[in-house]
């Protein structure tokens, strides 16, 4: 009874603690949505305000201006998020998975390759080339994929949670007669969902927020991706603000006017986040508790 | 005797080589192909010549970062924040991490993991915005509410250089905090729950419990994800102190890192051979350092070393 | 024995990657070469040319069909499909080619362009300046063709420029790049908010000196608390006559020796001071980013503003409110200026020759420049009379000075009817800086010069032009750091050049 009690009293601890914190996250993403929906003219005099002192829909309207433009950014950030989460998912997986098996003779070297490539780069003139002269990857869907497939981290990150998974797991697996794959695939991987829903998460992200490789390679519009095409935006409309003072630019003024900078920079990261808070629960369903209940009797 | 060795360990290792086959061959082809292209920080780069064809200039383009008279400067910010990230983020992180495994509901535990997480998607840009409206002298919320609690007057947060060795790693801790604790999280949900019962059985209150299974579990982890930031300690997140200072000179005492005094000065030159020998510089010595980290390690557990 | 084993393994393996490595960086480089490689000083034809270039001034033989690729810094404009096509219908006929703009975007121009140079790709003319994808640098990187043979094939082009201006592009005795005809002359000068001046009376023609303008805007000050009195510090020296500069460095041209510039512009940065803790400035000018709020909402009394004929009427009708004009120096015609846009040739062009036939093309057809600027008369703009047209919103439209000569352009209704006279008289008038020929090199100082960079960046840009601190131990600090990142050294090389340069005239 006294331990019901003080469990509940932990719980509440637990709880205005989370809340208190969640307070410093909330408010300024709040804020962040608020400003998206003022007015510009209104942010320009008043500041930010966590309440719009007059709603306004103009950054989003601006954005989704030339509908074609944004629905097909739409179009490539999907297609390439999910093929490459799906991919990179797999190639990591795989190769830290065979990483964490202490048995496997060439695991420290081909650890310290990888390692390597983290911390050293040829930088970015000769990666350019590589992709573009020697692979021909411009302007292709590859080239939005491939940058992002092997985050090295990814590697290390499931490694460690595959070494901590009972090694006489695969040993009464290997006494059975099953072969490497097929230890991998209904054994491992079951039982490793919170890993494997964590970077799909992160990767499915990284691909969504990506515009890196889209400033690189990608000159045809129609393979812009959504943060390229948004990143894009925002540049021309600070380029005709910096020109302004530069008297022989063409202006037309009252377009220069209703310029939406702020609510259009904040509208651009609601458009980033906005889909991760759909994405989220879908993942969070793995992080369950008691996967490996009886993993190690059974 | 030893071919047939070699041999032997391939074929009886061929499988798990194979899984590993696609990553070494793309890490070969992304990340090793370009490499050789780092000479050019030992070289003159002329675009006419190439890569190959331009001269040789040995150590000269290292020159402007090591003879900077602000060299200490900005080795002592990059090193000092660097250490305070890594420390204060280990510890944050694990105890949010723990605090969420302890929670019963699920619902509210999705939403708090939600809304700690959007912060790490966030630009700097947009961060350094929001951090000019709480902090800006003329309108700023943090000098409204400290006026409103008696405090003397406005403090010019942007010309007020030591507060900030208060407000990077701040501004730091909760751009990170929320993916960070998720990453333990997920680690936590990973530990067989019949540890936990056979703790309870024998009489173990919640905190022994923590301290003796929970923390321990997460001990690999933890060590990995130091010495993998030990090796990036050159490296400062640049969109940090570039932009969340809003570029105020003033503030370079407490906000000058190598990546931003780099960016200053070759700004102007776009000089590829320097900026690849800056490059090379801050890899070097990162490498070094996670290899002596690494060794220190694998003395007490090899299991938790890199490598 | 088994340890050994299992290392030499590792070593094996380490070595053939290095090996493979080295094999396949061997044939990147050759290819590289061969991509890049050609000599700078003369255009004879080359074996990937496609078409075979027109001897010197038989311009009725027949040309075979290319295409010119152009580097452009502007997204791509609407209707730009069907302005090109009517574009390249002119330009087929005049000189058979082709031309195919590559819009980049403004905020990715310089990064694809240093891509494009250093991974060696074939491309024709290139928009280069000052500040932008930087002329000098890529010339010092060998990334252009001299033109000078080139030009005297085309004298129109040649002669929209005086000897002078043409100096100012040349690097080492050779020009690598085409200026865009516009206003050339730079002249340092301050605006003034109209009706302010008329409330207070303030006599702006008769301000010639620090001091007068400084009880200027401590009139206006007084009487407008809560109005900045003058957007930023005055960058350089207001009021005084015109010195050349290399660098950091200015040139005395009575004994032609190398000075300091920051020492000389230390009382300056004394007014600068005063002036910021009388309140001048506005309350977060160490970290504003974006001025267009601020000027709109009219709480700016003045602001210092390179003068130009057109800069009057633009600035009143961009902002909304009349201003006065006040120049603080004398116009000048400086490297800097000539070289703020320009169009270049590049060292892989396969038709180099032609490319030059389209820059002068541009600069000399009307109706071509005028259609790559405007777009097409109806759809993209409405004439107004001959030669005064009013822009269609959504309409296609480019920067002319980055096109070509600014003085064939049409009209807007905003510009002064005699606009390009005037900035023609301005150009023509103004003082010649007398350093316009020399370009100094960097490369026995890049070091010293990118540590220089960075300390002038962090003391000067916004603490001394704005008087952020207090100068006298700001000043002495920045001295100090430059005395050790070698500015002695720097300032040496200067004079040897100098001396080298004037000898040889």
Partial sequence: MVGAKQSRLAQLAIHLFFIGLSVVFIVPLWLIVAISLSDEADLVVHGYKLIPMTWDLTAYLYIFDSPMTIVNAYKVTMIISFVGTLLSVLMTSMCAYALSRADFKYKRFITFYLFFTMLFSGGLVPYYMLMTRYLHLQDTYAALIIPLLGPIFYIFLMRTFFQQLPESLVESAKIDGAGELRIYFTLIFPLSKPVFATVGLLQLLAYWNSWDSALLFINKHELYPLQYLLQVMIRNIQEILANMQNSMAITDLAQVGKLPTESMRMAMCVLAIGPMLFVFPFFQKYFAKGLTVGAVKG | ?307 | MLHRKRKSTAWAMMLALALVIALLGGCTGSKENAGNNSSPTTTPPKAETTGTPAPAVETQKPLDPVTLTWYFRNSEPNNAAAVLKKANEIIQSAINATLDFKFINPGDYDTKMQLAMSSGEKYDIAFTSSWANNYLNNVSKGAYLPLDDLLTQYPDLQNLFQQQVWDAVKVGGKIYGVPNNQIMADQPGLWFKKDLVEKYKLDVASIDSLAKLTDALQTVKTGEPDMAAIFKGIPGTAFRDFTPMVEDFYIDTKDWTVHDQQAALLDNYKVMRDWYQRGFFPQDIATLKDDLPLMKSGKVFSRYNRQNPAAQKSIETNYGFEIVNLATGPAVIARGAVQSTLNAISVTSPNPERAMMLINLINTNKELFNLLKFGIEGQDYKKLSDNVIEPIKDGFSLPGWMLGNEFNSYLLASQPADVWEQTKILNDTATVDPLIGFSFDRTNVENEIAQLGAITTEYVNTILVNGLADVDTTFQAMQDKRKAAGMDKVMAEIQKQLDAWRAAQ
């Fill in chain 2, 1 to 307: 005797m030893t071919r047939s060795r070699l041999w032997k360990d391939f074929y009886k290792n061929r499988f798990l080589l194979a899984l590993t086959m696609p990553m070494v061959f793309y890490a070969f082809v992304i990340s090793y192909l370009p490499m050789f292209g780092s000479i050019v920080a030992f070289k003159r780069y002329q675009y006419n010549k190439g890569i190959l064809g331009s001269d040789w200039i040995g150590f000269e383009n290292f020159r402007f970062l090591v003879e900077s008279p602000d060299l200490r400067r900005i080795v002592r910010n990059t090193l000092g924040y660097n250490s305070i990230f890594i420390i204060s983020g280990l510890v944050a992180s694990v105890t949010v991490a723990l605090l969420m495994y302890e929670l019963t509901s699920r619902r509210l535990l999705k939403l708090y993991q939600s809304v700690m997480f959007f912060p790490h998607f966030l630009s700097w840009v947009v961060v350094a915005y929001m951090a000019y409206a709480l902090l800006n002298p003329r309108s700023g919320m943090l000098n409204q509410w400290l006026t409103a609690l008696g405090w003397e007057g406005p403090v010019d947060w942007y010309n007020h250089a030591m507060s900030w060795i208060g407000i990077i790693p701040t501004a730091n801790l909760w751009k990170q905090i929320g993916m960070s604790a998720i990453i333990y999280y997920a680690a936590l949900v990973g530990i067989d729950s019949t540890y936990y019962e056979a703790a309870r059985i024998d009489g173990a209150n919640k905190l022994q419990i923590v301290w003796r299974i929970s923390v321990p579990f997460l001990f690999p982890l933890m060590t990995i994800l130091t010495i993998l930031a030990i090796g990036h300690i050159f490296s400062a997140d640049f969109g940090l102190f570039y932009q969340l200072p809003m570029g105020s000179p003033t503030l370079f005492s407490t906000t000058d890192v190598i990546d931003t005094y780099i960016f200053r000065a070759l700004i102007n030159l776009g000089n590829v051979g320097m900026s690849s020998a800056a490059g090379l510089l801050k890899s070097v010595l990162g490498f070094v350092l996670v290899v002596g980290t690494n060794a220190i390690v694998r003395k007490y557990n090899s299991e938790n070393s890199l490598f």
